[in-house]
Structure formats: structure tokens, C-alpha cells
């Protein structure tokens, strides 16, 4: 049985390929401010997750999102934590974290008729992020280096600040505003969670495994 990760990479992986030949479907999906306040396409907080731009842009979010989201929906559906429900909540949790992370670009951008973006990066992150809060000291990789591993907590530290000086310059065409929310977010959506519904104490787990670590 597929797991709820693998099937939505083959949804997007599907629909980011029928996009990419297909500039009208493209269009219909991605995230348009203007648009989405004028028609009510309010659905766009959600598809523009579902499009990508190229294929690099795909492929990198696809080994992202299947590498932590495995991880993370496993966690998600241990009896410690939401048991039989996990699934739920994990579906939950990157539905959200596509809304969530294109909020501030729709409060920047809201007037901006030209302003569109795509991809499921500022979900990718929440997930990241997410998995950073189960195991800080996990070393996380470079596609392009390979055999070079950095613990999860440093990569995260400057993930955030790279994402940060990037965004106020704001001179490509990337999401950096997107990436930091969408962070923020799967640390608090994990963090509120567990401490809501489970015993589970993660802030306690978390400072174990980097001392430990260290």
C-alpha cells in the first residue's frame, strides 16, 4: 500500500509534467494574488503546490518531500504519538503548510497583477523543518556533493538565514518568503500538535538527541 507521501509526489509529479506542456492548466493552478481576490480562486492556496516550473525545480522537491515526509508520516502514525489518526494529521499537516507558507506573499503581493509562483517548496520546508524537531543531529545532504552530510539543526540555522538575506534582497524569482514561513511552520505545527494531543514531550526529545549528539 502506498504511503500518503508517495502518492501526493505521483499526484504533483503528474500534474507538474501535464503543466509543463500545458501553459493554460499551469495558469488555472498556480498561485495568482490578483487572480485568486478577484475571481475567488481561493483553491489556488492549495494547487500551486501540485505545479512546478521545470524539471530540476520537480525532481528537487519530489527527493525532498519523499525523504522527510516518509519520515515524518511514520512519526506522525507511532501509537506514542496520533496512532491510527496519524495519517490524518500528516495529510493535515501539508495541506496547511501550502496555505500557511504563501500568506505572506499574498499579503505583499495582493495588488501585484504580474506576481504568480508555484512549487511545493514552502511545504518541503515545513516537512523539513519537522523532521529537524524529531532528530537534529540527522545528517541531511547535497545532491550535488555527495558524501557531505551536515547536522539537520546547522543546515536548518542556515537555511534560515541564507532564506532570510535572500528574501530582502529579493533580486530571482524564488520564494524565499514561502521557504522561512513554510520552516516556521512545521516546527510550530509539530510542536502544537504533539503537545495538544500526545504525551509525547518533543521539545524534551529534541534537547536530548543534540546533546547526545554533541
Excluded at 69 to 95: H, M, Q, R, T
Excluded at 165 to 188: C, P
Amino acid at each position: 500500500m502506498l504511503s500518503l507521501t508517495a502518492i501526493i509526489c505521483i499526484l504533483t509529479v503528474l500534474l507538474s509534467f501535464s503543466a509543463l506542456s500545458n501553459e493554460k492548466l499551469k495558469n488555472d493552478l498556480l498561485f495568482w494574488p490578483t487572480e485568486l481576490t478577484r475571481r475567488n480562486q481561493w483553491y489556488r492556496f492549495i494547487t500551486y503546490g501540485f505545479v512546478h516550473g521545470d524539471f530540476m525545480h520537480l525532481i528537487f522537491n519530489m527527493i525532498a518531500l519523499y525523504s522527510f515526509g516518509e519520515s515524518i508520516e511514520d512519526a506522525f502514525k507511532s501509537p506514542i504519538l496520533f496512532g491510527e489518526n496519524g495519517g490524518i494529521v500528516f495529510l493535515g499537516f501539508y495541506i496547511t503548510a501550502l496555505i500557511v507558507s504563501v500568506i505572506p506573499d499574498y499579503i505583499h503581493h495582493r495588488h501585484h497583477y504580474y506576481y504568480r509562483a508555484l512549487g511545493a517548496s514552502g511545504a518541503v520546508s515545513a516537512m523539513v523543518f519537522a523532521a529537524i524537531l524529531f532528530n537534529p543531529m540527522g545528517g541531511i545532504g547535497f545532491a550535488f556533493i555527495p558524501g557531505i552530510n551536515i547536522p539537520g539543526i546547522i543546515f536548518g540555522v542556515l537555511y534560515l538565514v541564507v532564506s532570510t538575506i535572500l528574501a530582502k534582497k529579493g533580486q530571482d524569482n524564488i520564494g524565499h518568503r514561502a521557504h522561512i514561513t513554510g520552516s516556521v511552520y512545521g516546527l510550530l505545527f509539530t510542536y502544537l500538535g504533539t503537545k495538544l494531543f500526545t504525551e509525547f514531550d518533543i521539545i524534551d526529545f529534541f534537547i536530548k538527541n543534540l546533546q547526545s549528539g554533541f
